[in-house]
């Protein structure tokens, strides 16, 4: 236990086994960017998978959303300490978008619209676990959350999702992205709190 | 707590006392971590408002300027109950990219502040940083609140300004004006970036931070005026409360 600070008490709240470790439960969808909204015209978009021997997939807006699309219901957490639960998307699942392509990669790098990059190992983003998600409770995703499409990776902190997705490179080795090289963890699990370097 | 200033009605600056803080670069926040007698704990992110130089110090000292928020958990332990003497439980400093550092690479590079209500905290210490290490980086803080009344660094602002060694302010009033002020309500604008910041072939490097509608609508405004997105950092909050 921490320092006990003196006179206070918190909120009444019952025992949540759904919110992880330090965060705090919240009912609107605030927004953590590092820089101006990127807007990414669906006329233009494109969606790129680049394996470690340099072959690359593509898709078009058209036939991206012509994929067998999936409608997860997830909790979200950010590091910022805020989680917001059962969040309604529709998307595609990574599981659909890597089946015809063949690596023994050990890790993903996401690049996003506006140059954003965020690292992750490939077993967190297969079996059911991510999608490129395109609506948010029903609606197209808006820009300032990530649109037209953004990473969804539920069981890790929300930067990990990246927004405004443009590609994911697959590779050998693992390079920190745009958060992990400034302080933040280089995984992410928030119900372990690997927040920040060193936890 | 070593002391304690009250800004405003609702805003509160907290003056602790580090012992071994590691030192932290203009616009690091860090985390606060509260526990109740049950064990029971919570955590929130402040910005730090004082000049590294301070973190220097022997003792070190670290000032969070905290705004109490109606529906917090957080923020009325810090600006009512928190008493000189109180320990406090932190973390920090965090946060590597909203950051101004005056022995940067771009160092006498023109920079541009973009306030929304206590998004200023940040970026008065850069003010600040500024000032303690005598640099020449030309500044203007463009500070958008609704009334004067809520205001933070008032005085401070005003001493720094008159200083006239090249930091240059310009308030901006959303409800109400100062009494006596010929000064139109109302947001920034792209007339208002024009007038009080700089041009885009000065290429600045920009720091804004507020409320996330704020901050997404001056971003916004920027780039469309011809400033590279690459030299635009931000910093959000939601209205729950969490700074970024």
Redo the contacts between chains.
Sequence with gaps: ???????????R?SADERLPP?Q?L?????????????RVDTGKWEFRITTETGQTHRWDWAAFRALPAEEPTVDIH?V???SKFATHWRGVSLDTLLADVETSAGFVTARSY??YTTNLPLADLVDGQAWVAYDYEGEPLEA?HGGPARLLVPHLYFWKSAKWLQGIDLADHDTPG??ES??YHNYGDPWREQR?WGD | MAAVRDETATARTIVLDVPQWPGHLAGQHVDV?????D???????YSIASAPADGEADPPVVELTVQRLPDG?VSP?LTQ??AVG????L?GP?????VWDPDGPASTRPVLLVAGGSGVVPLMAMIRERAAAGSRAPFKLIYSVRDPGTLLYADELARREQAGDGLEVTYVYTRTAPPGSSQPTGRINTATLASAGWPPDRSPAVFVCGP?GFV?AV??L??RAGHG??G???E?????G???
């Design positions: 236990m921490g320092i006990v600070s003196p006179g206070f008490s918190g909120r709240r330090g705090y919240v009912n609107d969808f605030p927004v953590l960017s590092a820089g101006p909204t990127p950010c910022t300490k805020w506006g140059g300032e745009f958060w400034l302080g920040y | 971590r509260l526990t109740a007698a064990g029971y704990s919570t955590e929130r992110s958990e332990y109950t928190l109180y320990p406090l439980e973390r965090v946060g590597g990219w909203f996330t997404e971003a916004n920027l780039v997105a690459g635009i950092k931000t959000r909050f939601g209205p729950s969490g700074k970024p």
